[in-house]
């Protein structure tokens, strides 16, 4: 007797049949693919012996069945994403998924560099300077009215500049007559010495400190023979052509206080009523 050469499912005749040897045995080729084929992710149908497969994450599919759930187009030899278990072919993904560049328009691709603010995204090469055009990267910028400046355009720009050296003015200015300074650039006309928080007076437009005004321009006491500058609050009095703080304006023989009172000259001095009077 002949051997059998039968199937190890079924157990029916192989002779003349097409058949798959495994190490368990051969199969017809139906036995086969119910015991050993897998089921497509897709259709549901069994993926034959003869037809390509294609696994992802544990999901198997025909070739035909692997494709973008969106277009339909075939992903088996094609880039593509997975966005909630759904196929995506990269254009379908970029144009459901991503974003437009705000300056040329175009997809900003999943994975490349870009650059977001303000709501808005940017190809990292197109956030360029609104003043000198060059790529602002991680570069630090001011926005202004839709427009985007690195920090020296801004400033040359935008920033007011020093009445005194014309340089811009970033922080820590002061004004005088309206006009911003650098701190260290309102002097006094005559010593140098800064007068940022300190009480100055200006001639002819320029800024004086207290001392150098005094010594430059404000009349002399004809007493103490200092210089009488009326800043801060300081009263003084005129007689002709001689002036006096109103602490200097005494009767020279008897010291009384003058202000407000009558006087009489007498020479280089002033005499209150009772000592000129008096005589010599």
């Not at 404000?218 to 800043?231: D, N, V």
Request: hydrophobic share 25%; with cysteine.
């Amino acid at each position: 007797m002949s051997e059998t050469f039968d199937c190890a499912k079924c157990s029916e005749s192989l002779y003349g049949r097409k058949y798959i040897q495994t190490d368990n045995g051969p199969y017809c080729v139906p036995c086969y693919d119910n015991t050993f084929a897998n089921t497509c992710a897709e259709c549901q149908q069994l993926i034959g012996h003869d037809s390509r497969e294609l696994f992802y994450e544990d999901r198997h599919f025909h070739e035909g069945c692997f494709r973008c759930c969106r277009c339909q187009r075939s992903l088996a030899d094609e880039p593509f994403t997975c966005q909630d278990s759904e196929l995506l072919c990269n254009d379908c993904y970029c144009s459901a998924f991503s974003s437009q560049c705000s300056a040329c328009g175009e997809t900003v691709m999943p994975g490349s560099r870009k650059l977001e603010y303000g709501g808005q995204t940017w190809h990292e090469h197109c956030f360029l300077c609104s003043g000198c055009e060059q790529p602002l990267g991680s570069r630090s910028f001011v926005p202004d009215k839709g427009a985007h400046y690195c920090v020296p355009c801004y400033e040359n720009k935008f920033a007011p500049r020093c009445a005194r050296c014309s340089k811009t003015l970033t922080q820590g200015g002061v004004t005088y007559r309206d006009q911003p300074w650098h701190r260290e650039c309102l002097v006094c006309t005559g010593c140098q010495t800064p007068l940022a928080g300190q009480q100055f007076t200006s001639r002819d437009e320029d800024p004086y400190c207290v001392a150098c005004f005094g010594e430059l321009f404000a009349p002399k006491c004809s007493s103490c023979k200092r210089p009488i500058t009326g800043l801060g609050g300081g009263k003084y009095v005129s007689f002709e052509d001689r002036h006096w703080h109103h602490s200097c304006f005494a009767c020279a023989r008897c010291s009384t206080s003058l202000v407000g009172q009558g006087f009489v000259p007498d020479g280089d001095q002033v005499l209150c009523q009772g000592c000129s009077q008096a005589g010599p």
